[in-house]
């Protein structure tokens, strides 16, 4: 009989809370993303990154006139997108030797879906 067990209601509760905090988006407050390209390789910026889920903040990030954040981050090849979660860098995504990107923007979703998920 249900009445006499509470487990039901736990994970009833359980849920709702997961479901309040996906609602809220307090889940992916501390999900960032930084694009870093140059305006020399404009031709391969990585548009898409715009439309991506789950995340607080996007900043581009141009490396030819930001040679700190260049240094800081040690960023080799253009386009690199990079996705920190509570500040750390949690997934990296590099073009080819080409500078295109090779991630697609699937991909990165997916990564960035997993990182939330590993929350809970």
Known sequence: MMTKNPTWKI?????FVL???VVSGDASAQMTLKCYNAQWNQANSVEWVN???ELKTISY??????????????????????VFKD????IRFQADLSFKMIA???EVQEEIDNLLMSDF
């Open 11 to 15: 994970f009833l509760m359980y849920l």
């Open 19 to 21: 479901f309040l905090l």
């Open 51 to 53: 439309s991506l889920d």
């Open 61 to 82: 990030i141009d490396v030819g006139t930001d040679k700190e954040a260049q240094t800081k981050y040690k960023i080799a090849v253009i386009p690199t997108i990079i």
């Open 87 to 90: 500040g750390e860098e949690a």
């Open 104 to 106: 697609t923007k699937e």
